[in-house]
């Protein structure tokens, strides 16, 4: 490995980003009174783009759980208390996010965020019954993604780091500046990277 690979493959050990493109500085820590899952499909773990690392540097109270299994999600099964825990989902019986009212439902301790593609996250719901037991909150006027370098994947759905922030400014009122300001850092790394006439084409 010669020396320009190697400074490459160095990352930092707080954010994981490659050294020269560290993201640290751009990192805002929030609270949130709401616990957040975030339940990972293993062959989303190590996309480069992925957005749920993000969150886990930016919100105290985000855990990111890489499994396919009720096994491999025992831990959060044994600590939720459903009758207070939401799955983000887009759900036949979803309640939307932007009529919540605590007056009807009991107010949320817990959300669950599924991070995958839409097969892959179709395929954590059925090998989970547990998710498909528990109540749905979805999007009814969600923002518009910023993040235009997934949309091949993911069509006009937001990144796991957008749906998180989205939430709890609707839930418990919190900024989304925070989120955004990481992402904005990662698209703004990942953009230097892209060779220029690829590059032209996300930024219109
Ligand atoms: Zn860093």
Known sequence: MNQKQNSLRTRCVHCDFPLRVCICKHICQIESNIKVFILQHPSEANVAKNTAKLVNLTLTSA???????????????????????YLIYPGEAAISVETFSPSTMPAPKCLIFLDGTWKKTY??????????????????????????????????????????????QQLEKISPLPFMKILDAMIETQMAFMPEEVKKRYSS
């Open 123 to 168: 395929r954590l719901m059925q090998s989970n019954p547990w998710l498909s037991s528990l109540k749905q909150i979805s999007f009814s006027k969600a923002p518009k993604t910023r993040y235009q370098i997934r949309k091949a994947h993911r069509e006009d759905s937001l990144s796991t780091i957008e749906a998180v922030a989205y939430s709890l």
């Open 63 to 85: 855990q990111v759980i890489v499994g396919e299994t009720p096994a491999d999600f025992a831990a959060v099964i044994a600590s939720i208390q459903p009758e207070y825990t």
